[in-house]
């Protein structure tokens, strides 16, 4: 039997003071558009109006970590929580490996 993958949770570390989160955020951002700039292009596109309360987004599981690597894992958290700062749900739809 496999060994689960050790984790730090955030709930174990203290509060970020309000310019850690400040440049938290900035360093999703950041990352997000450096590695996912069409995802981030479509992040704008499917924001909310001021009239609506959510936008909404489909992403295939395939699009990320299709071969079961770390960095695409956590690309695929980072998508989703900035995603999350501009109002957009996202959806992940498909079975593994459905697109090739």
């Not at 992040?43 to 959510?54: G, L, M, Q, R, T």
């Not at 894992?73 to 501009?86: F, P, Q, W």
């Amino acid at each position: 039997m496999s060994k689960a993958k050790s984790l730090t949770m955030g709930v174990d570390s203290p509060s970020p003071s309000p310019q850690e989160e400040k440049d938290r955020i900035a360093v999703l951002r950041a990352t997000i558009e450096k590695y996912l700039p069409e995802f981030a292009q479509t992040v704008a596109k499917a924001a909310p109006s001021k009239d609506e309360a959510n936008g909404t987004m489909i992403l295939h599981q395939d699009a990320f970590a299709a071969g079961y690597d770390d960095d695409e894992y956590t690309l695929l958290g980072m998508a989703v929580k900035y995603a999350g700062l501009h109002k957009v749900e996202v959806r992940v739809i498909g079975e593994n490996h459905g697109t090739f």
